[in-house]
């Protein structure tokens, strides 16, 4: 039996089927942060630290595991390379990027459904190669790392993003002590395949790796009914029926626990920055 969500194939449906559960729940999210770099900004500037021929206009780049293509535009718009191809395994996601790609003189921007086991794309025909945020959805994400390696051009550059297994622990404590889900302090990180402490050793049998970086960011949620929004459509916690998916809901049970009241957490974001070997990998 799968117990970590984000690698039961039976829950992608639920998690990913509809781009506005992922809308709402990373707005939660945005809202509250009050540290730490904006992610994709932060991966144009490695991309650009650590690129090869970096006053060279890019070729193909691609953004894997692009979601609803925040990171796509931003890439498009600051790296302005010839043509961006954002991949991702829900169909839903991958509409919602094409909807709020918006327009890049100069950079054909292109959005396809695809499993990152199995990128739809040519050996040695990528640049650059993003995956953030997306790598711990894989039960051998390695595998998924050898197969963005394979699409690199030698000497091509990788930016790949996770985050740290205690991501957002406070929350866990917030939830057990509500008795929303006593269990929540124990279930398995959400992380737990591809997280900070394993993300650059996962890497290195497919690519050189250049640089690694972590990063805290800080949030702050304005009180409960602000928290409830995050949690609303969290998948890692056992809610009793008429919470999950209802923020007003799961609010309510919040206030019956306690008095209203900011709530802090924090999660590390890491960054490896890896190189495909000259001659292919």
Known sequence: ???????????????????????????????????????????????QA????????????????????????????QLKPQRLVGIDASPALVAAARSRAGH????????????FHHLPLPDESCELAVAAFCLYHSPEPGQAIAEI???????????????????????????????????????????????????????KPSMDVVAVEHEEHRFEFSGLDHVAEYLATNPKYDLAPGLYGNPGALAAALHEWHPDKPI??????????????????
């Open 50 to 77: 650590h690129r090869v021929g970096a006053d060279r206009r890019l070729d193909l780049v691609a953004d894997i595991g692009c979601g609803r293509g925040t990171s796509s535009r931003v890439l498009a718009k």
């Open 149 to 203: 390696a394979r699409c690199l051009v030698p000497g091509g550059l990788a930016v790949l993003v996770t985050k740290a297994l205690d991501s957002y622990c406070d929350m866990d404590a917030l939830v057990a002590a509500a008795g929303l889900d006593p269990r929540a302090e124990r279930h398995e990180s959400l992380y737990a395949t591809a997280h900070g402490n394993n993300l650059a050793d996962l890497t």
């Open 264 to 281: 802090t957490t924090t999660s590390v974001i890491t960054y490896v920055v890896a190189r495909s070997e000259e001659g292919g990998t």
């Open 104 to 115: 890049h003189p100069g950079t054909q921007v292109d959005f396809h459904q695809g499993d």
């Open 1 to 47: 039996m799968i117990t970590n969500p984000f690698l039961d194939p039976d829950r992608q449906g639920e998690l990913y089927g509809h781009a506005a559960r992922l809308a709402s729940r990373s707005s939660a999210l945005m809202r509250a942060k009050t540290a730490g770099r904006f992610v994709p900004d932060a991966i144009v500037q490695l991309a």
